[in-house]
């Protein structure tokens, strides 16, 4: 492959040293894992919110997890092996973002005043998600450094104690606006950086997108609202014998847990 | 003393300024633009409809050909070209547009097949060839026999201006913007550059270089209605004048556009009339064919502009609280041909007049529009009393336009004069004994003497206000030196220039901001402006006969008995408040096309003694030769003056090369080869 | 910013039409005031610190902020500095931020504005004084960075043939990426180009997706990866489209900036 045309050779920078691919490489990886980070936390979403319809129904997407339905045991390794793995996602994708944030707190006020003049809407969702990136950066951290070392402690009690008796209930909170605005807008962002889903008209494309953007995000935020009420109400509920762990009632007679 | 050194010093970065350049640099000399504003920002941005050349690639263009090109610029100008250039230029034009489009101008191309288009207010079915698919395509055009008129959509001045200030990068030429030439420096006999102010900083410094050239633009803001962009202010005009020994020609010959939007002055294009639209009166009545019956809304643009006058005068404008107007009807051509064709025009109307063009008509009324006048010239652009000062451009008179020039031919005009003259500069620069030598004395000279000038304004205690002055000169040229013109106004025009003059030797500022001082500038562009507005005043006085767009209501018929000759204008010193005028004769015993009927306008005019022989020796001649190359070769020989690397035929659809030998393309008659850098 | 200061038109008459601005004279007032509050700095002057300066004027019918300018300049202000060349909207001098958005004050009309009209210089560029900006430098620097000039075929091309044909639409296209004034009010409302003083810019992007469609532009996508595939490139980009929103010729830069970024990346492990 013929990699230089004669033409740029004439001009003089076939001499030059080629450029590094990276920054290819990396703007590809960047939206790549904030794509599968976005995709799996509709997925989570759906998954924790299985509280909502009922305990064992929650109960019962963990086990499926922890392998139960295929090794007729749980193994909360296997939960282990899955959270390590959005782990490295997450800090690859954290990595790779925080390049673009602001690097001197100059940057950072040039921006605020350009956002505050211009007020348009895309400058200031950019801000948005600069801000929830870096709060998800610590609070997801926690989060996912719980995840990992208890990997057992998933269940609609053992949660639902620690949202309300282990008291990380605001953190979900905070942590629940901060994704939600995040992740819809990344994916909103990815759509347009990439040109998806564009038949002519750029202009109308965008404005669809923007609303499926806003409905999405409103949506998984009162699916997350609900399901943290839930958690908070069962945890409310279950307080004086919070560390109970939760055993459905088909599995009771013979259950060894 | 801040002196640069380069060996073109080219003042001026519209499109002949770049293309000059790009010739010189690409012959191996330095060049070095000046320009007022950054280049891409000229006024050749604001050319919407288009550049003529003779390709005949669309249907209605099928034999054009350089012959029929040149007709038409000659009747044109009412016969003040010089047809030896128009020759030049019309066997140049092709090669120019076929050049830019190696350079990547997107020209408008031929879609084959059937197309519906609007000819004289019908809609007619066009069917284009096959072998023309592809090629650039051609619009119908004011005053032009055939469809002949190049353009990319309606930003053609645009995105040729843009591929050409392109090159110039490529080509590293330097471009020093914000900067303004304010005198030449000479020594009477031979121009060693000039003395210009940096617009930012405000100081002077002399630029020095074996060749100079002026290709500053027109000069349309003498003119309180213009098309013209705020910059195009005569400056390049004015030094050349100021020189004392360069001379000015034919400035008298000032062009008024047809279809200025009302009242702002905004230009919306030829093209409009040219692809369909109508002029209407207050009753909605088309009125053009009542004047015009053959050429209609399409006769040149003198001829338009004063039948629009001459009808509202009858009293058939539409009133508005700013005055009279006429319409301009484009709603016929449809929605889908105005928001793509059109879509300048559409802009301009939406922003500027919340008008809709698809549903609503424009109010329109002729504006200054265009300077025929200019630095006078050889055919080369070398001015013949300053050696070494080379012009070339709207800026220039070499004289292609004579009193009218035709629509698109004049960034025609811009790039082929940038490429002849430029050869000829190189020519220049490549000769030994032309290198520059001169004296520092000289240098500061000029530089101290500048500067005097702009102290004098800063803290002179001056009385008068610039801004004011010049609000009255332009007031005065558009109300007496406008389209009718009467031996009356005129006097009173030019004794109030002449008061305005010498009140503008005592011009005081209000403030002292260093740096570019806006004020300052207006100040000293209004003593410059003034001479160049006497300078067309006195000459629209003194030219008793109408010629082109140079109508003389008292001295209706056009006079070539008298008045076939150029005028030359110089100022012979800084005391006058009237410029000193000569007069150079046209020569009818060397014209390929002696002075006639133009075929539209007036048929009113007196024949010189000489036109009758040479008539019957054209038609002699034209007997003669069968062969239209040979003919023209008989009739008035022309080659001689083209640069070696532009002379050659043009090849078209209809006049095939020979297929070359090898396939590379060279026929003995096209000796030509573009150089990619 | 320190002081402000308020100019007042002689309020007994309407003030005279500028000689600059087209509207015959007097103009014809609308009765209505306008306030336009103006930012005041040149670098020229020692000691001149940047500040808002009002001045007040009275409205015509069709007034533009070119007419608005060229009045206060005329009869309030002589000092005070702006751009305007074509006043009519096609040659990209005059953009500027009014009332915090960049856009081409020529085509404004007050009307739409106002009645209180914050005008600023456009950010990025080096200022000249109060409203005027240097662009060109920056463009003509864009240009030779981005080599954004036509590579056509080094081959030599006989000028006195018949051009190399090209298909219609193809050329109405490039057209449409061509329009672009560089006015730099896409490099204005740019948070990253505000950020990162090396980023292209939407206006470069534009340039080098404009030559990549144009078949008479000989180079490869390896060619124009030398030139945008970096950080301060087409990977810069956060995607913020106020360049498309602002753009006074409506290029589509959206669309184009996101075909680049296609391409580029493409080569990331081509
Ligand atoms: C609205 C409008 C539409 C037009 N449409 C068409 C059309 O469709 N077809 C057509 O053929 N023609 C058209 N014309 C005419 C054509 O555009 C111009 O005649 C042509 O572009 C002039 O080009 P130029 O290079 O000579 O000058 P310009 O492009 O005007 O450039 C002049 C240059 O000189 C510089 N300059 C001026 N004074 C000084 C100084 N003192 N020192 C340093 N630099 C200086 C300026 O900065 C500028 O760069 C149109 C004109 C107008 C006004
Ligand atoms: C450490 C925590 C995080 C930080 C600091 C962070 C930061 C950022 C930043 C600054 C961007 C914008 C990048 C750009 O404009 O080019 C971004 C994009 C994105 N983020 Fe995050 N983010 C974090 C976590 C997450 C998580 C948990 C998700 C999943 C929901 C996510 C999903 C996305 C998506 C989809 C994008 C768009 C990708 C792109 O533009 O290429 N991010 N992130
Ligand atoms: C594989 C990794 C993950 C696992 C196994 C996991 C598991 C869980 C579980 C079990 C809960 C219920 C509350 C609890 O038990 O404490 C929860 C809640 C939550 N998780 Fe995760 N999580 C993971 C990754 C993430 C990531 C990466 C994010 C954010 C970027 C996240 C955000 C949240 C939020 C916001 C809640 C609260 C939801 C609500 O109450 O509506 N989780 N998670
Ligand atoms: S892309 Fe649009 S906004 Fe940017 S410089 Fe060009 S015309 Fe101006
Ligand atoms: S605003 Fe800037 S970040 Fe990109 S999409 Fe436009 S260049
Ligand atoms: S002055 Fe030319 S675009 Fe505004």
Known sequence: MASTSPTIAGAGLAERPRRSRVPARLDLLQSATGLVLALFMWGHMFFVSTILVSKDFMWTVTKMFEGYFIFGRPYPGIVSVIVFGILVLFVAHAFLAVRKLPISFRQWQMYRGHMKVMKHEDTTLWWVQAVTGFMLFFLVTVHLYQMLMHPGLIGPYESADRVWTGRWWPLYLVMLFAVELHGGIGLYRLAVKWGWFERGDADATRATLKKAKWVLTVFFLVLGLATLAAYMKIGYEHADRAGERYVPASVQPGAVQ | MKVVYTDVLVIGGGLAGLRLAIAARRRGHDALILSLVPPKRSHSKAAQGGMQASLGNVIKGQGDNEDVHFEDTVRGSDWGADQEVVRMFVNT??????????????????????????????????????????????????????????????????????????????????????????????????????????????TLSAYLAKATAITTGGAGRLYRVTTNAVICEGIGHAIALETGVAALGNMEAVQFHPTGIFPAGILVTEGCRGDGGLLKDADGHRFMPDYEPEKKELASRDVVSRRMEEHIAKGKGVKSR?????????????????????REVYEICHYFMGVDPVKDMIPVRPAQHYTMGGVRTKP???????????SAGEAACWDMHGFNRLGGNSVAETVVAGMIVGEYVADFCDRAENDVNIPTGVVREFLEREQAKLDRLAQGGGSEDAAKLKARMQEIMTAKVGIFRRGKDLEEAVDELQELLVRSRSIGLRSRAPGPNPELVTAYRTQKMLRLALTVAYGALTRTESRGAHFREDHPRRDD????????????????????????????????????????????????????ARQAEVDALKEKHADRFARQRALMPYDHLLPQRLKGRNERIDERFPAAPGGAGDTPESAFAWESE | MTTTTIVKAPSTSAPPAPAAAAAPAGGVATGAKIRVHALRYNPQEPGSVPHMQTYELEQTEGMTLFIALSEIRETLDPTLQFDFVCRAGICGSCAMMVNGRPTLACRTLTRDVGPDITLAPLP??????????????????????????????????????????????????????DRCVECGCCVAACG??????????????????????DPRDKRTDDDYYELVGTDDGVFGCMSLLACHDVCPKDLPLQTQIAFLRRKMAGKGWA
């Open chain 2, 380 to 390: 080369s652009g070398e001015s013949p009393t300053l050696k070494g000062l080379f």
């Open chain 3, 124 to 177: 990025v560029f080096e200022l000249i004084g109060d409203l005027s900006v240097n662009t060109g430098r920056w463009m003509r620097g864009t240009s030779e960075r981005l080599e954004a000039w036509l590579h056509g075929d080094p081959q030599a091309r006989d000028i006195c043939r018949i051009e190399e044909p090209m298909e219609p639409e193809l050329a109405e296209k490039l057209n449409e990426l």
């Open chain 2, 561 to 612: 008995a008298q008045w076939l000759k150029r005028t030359l204008a110089t100022w012979k010193s800084d005391a006058d408040t009237l410029p000193t005028l000569d007069y150079e004769p046209l020569d009818i015993r060397r014209m390929e096309l002696p002075p006639g009927w133009r075929g539209y306008g007036a048929k009113d005019y007196t024949d010189h003694p000489d036109t009758a």
């Open chain 2, 93 to 202: 034009a092709p090669k120019a547009v076929r050049e830019l489009a190696a350079w990547g101008v997107p020209w408008s191309r031929v879609r084959k097949g059937d197309r519906q288009v609007v000819i004289n207010g019908q809609k007619v079915t066009i069917t284009e060839r096959d072998e023309a698919h592809g090629l650039v395509a051609q619009r119908d055009f004011g005053g032009t026999k055939k469809w002949r008129t190049c353009y990319v959509s309606d930003c053609t001045g645009h995105a040729m201006l843009q591929a050409v200030g392109d090159q110039a990068i490529a080509a590293a030429i330097p471009v020093h913007e914000r900067t303004e030439a304010l005198a030449l420096i000479h020594d009477g006999g031979r121009c060693y550059g000039a003395v210009v102010r940096d617009l930012v900083t405000g």
């Open chain 3, 192 to 213: 990253t180009a505000r950020m990162r003083p090396d980023f292209v810019g939407a206006v470069g992007m534009a340039k080098i997706a404009r030559f990549r469609l």
């Open chain 2, 322 to 342: 700013f005055g009279d107007h006429l319409w301009l009807d484009i709603t016929l051509l449809g929605e889908q041909h105005i928001r793509h064709n059109l």
